[in-house]
């Protein structure tokens, strides 16, 4: 064919401008795409991968977790658990979670209450016990008969601390007491102190608030100490909540009641006390002094003393717990998954967040 008959075409700049933004796009959408993909599926490629290993012998190590983020423990399951427990959780399941689940789209928790009765760390561990959990939370350690409840089941429950929490004392504003000992403190809810002025206090009757032992998230006894299985005493008046203990602690001279530091130090309507170890002459204040006076709250409120709990030179704090299933099933997977997640430094970070302390 003869050259001279081809049609010639020619290329404007403008022409190939848009031809390279055409390439220029198309790669970055490649690139994007297949970014996006292999973010999603990073961490499902994490848990197929570790998903043939045994369940039996693994541990929860908090110092190799502690180096770690969210995004980078692995074993964590994919699905939508179930888990419920201590009323005390309840910041760290709206702050710490809500963040777990940011981070981790293929972990799904749902926070589930019980069909009776209210929710409670003995709740928690009855369902998760009778099958409706996957996982509990707890703020008290199990009890030798939540234990042999499981070995009676098949299977054994275990018990893993992500935190501690602050127990402070609170007594009615006008009440003038320097402090109580620990030891005190349980004699008062055992009946065997029942004036102030048995501690130091004016003439007046002992009136102690407390929530039932199958609602309150909060002990002062061992779960297996001889001490709790004697009951409180008789005097001790029930309340429902602790909103419902702080009205009645206001309204009665002689009130005194206990409860997480964080749900009580900061109100203005009662008085929180100093607490001693083994001597009155020794005594820690839960807040930071100098201790705000009633007529300056609500413009100012006392303060968490974090220090002492964290140096442990207050005496009452208890733990916080994620109770573990033990059944070489995705229920322990999961819960031991949860906890690696808040014994990471992000972990521990943000259940300061929430108003505790990290683990040391």
């Known amino acids: 064919m003869d050259n001279t008959n081809r049609r010639k075409f020619t290329v404007t700049p403008e022409v190939a401008l848009l031809l390279k933004g055409l390439i220029v796009g198309k790669i970055m959408t490649i690139v994007v795409i297949g970014g996006l993909f292999w973010w999603l599926l990073w961490p499902r490629l994490l848990w197929v991968g570790s998903s043939s290993s045994s369940f039996t012998n693994q541990s929860i190590k908090t110092n190799s977790a502690s180096q770690l983020?969210?995004?980078?423990?692995?074993?964590?399951?994919?699905?939508?658990?179930?888990?419920?427990?201590?009323?005390?959780?309840?910041?760290?399941?709206?702050?710490?979670?809500?963040?777990?689940q940011n981070t981790r789209l293929e972990l799904q928790l749902h926070y589930t209450d019980p069909t009776d009765g209210k929710p409670s760390s003995s709740t928690g561990i009855r369902m998760l016990l009778d099958g409706q959990l996957d996982f509990a939370q707890s703020s008290r350690p199990l009890t030798t008969e939540e234990k042999n409840t499981a070995k009676q089941r098949g299977f054994m429950l275990k018990q893993h601390q992500?935190?501690?929490?602050?127990?402070?004392?609170?007594?009615?504003?006008?009440?003038?007491?320097?402090?109580?000992?620990?030891?005190?403190?349980?004699?008062i809810y055992l009946g065997q102190?029942?004036?102030?002025?048995?501690?130091?206090?004016?003439?007046?009757?002992?009136?102690?608030?407390?929530?039932?032992?199958?609602?309150?998230?909060?002990?002062?006894?061992?779960?297996?100490?001889?001490?709790?299985?004697?009951?409180?005493?008789?005097?001790?008046?029930?309340?429902?909540?602790?909103?419902?203990?702080?009205?009645?602690?206001?309204?009665?001279?002689?009130?005194?009641?206990?409860?997480?530091?964080?749900?009580?130090?900061?109100?203005c309507s009662v008085k929180p006390l100093p607490l001693g170890g083994q001597t009155p002459t020794k005594l820690i204040s839960p807040y930071r002094e100098p201790r705000v006076l009633p007529e300056q709250c609500p413009r100012q409120r006392n303060q968490i003393n974090t220090e002492a709990f964290k140096n442990g030179s207050y005496p009452l704090t208890a733990g916080l717990f994620v109770i573990v299933k033990q059944n070489n099933s995705q229920q322990q997977q999961v819960a031991e998954a949860y906890t690696k997640l808040l014994l990471t430094d992000q972990g521990q970070n943000a259940i300061e967040q929430a108003g505790f302390i990290r683990m040391p």
């Open 69 to 100: 983020t969210f995004q980078t423990v692995s074993d964590v399951p994919i699905g939508s658990f179930k888990y419920g427990g201590s009323t005390t959780w309840a910041s760290i399941r709206q702050l710490v979670d809500s963040q777990i």
């Open 162 to 187: 992500v935190g501690m929490d602050g127990i402070a004392v609170v007594v009615n504003p006008s009440l003038q007491v320097r402090g109580l000992t620990v030891n005190q403190l349980r004699q």
């Open 193 to 267: 102190l029942n004036n102030w002025k048995q501690v130091g206090g004016p003439d007046l009757t002992i009136t102690p608030f407390a929530q039932p032992e199958s609602d309150t998230d909060t002990v002062i006894f061992s779960a297996n100490s001889k001490s709790n299985k004697q009951g409180l005493a008789s005097g001790v008046r029930y309340v429902s909540s602790t909103t419902d203990a702080l009205r009645q602690v206001n309204k009665t001279p002689g009130g005194v009641y206990y409860a997480s530091a964080r749900a009580v130090v900061p109100q």
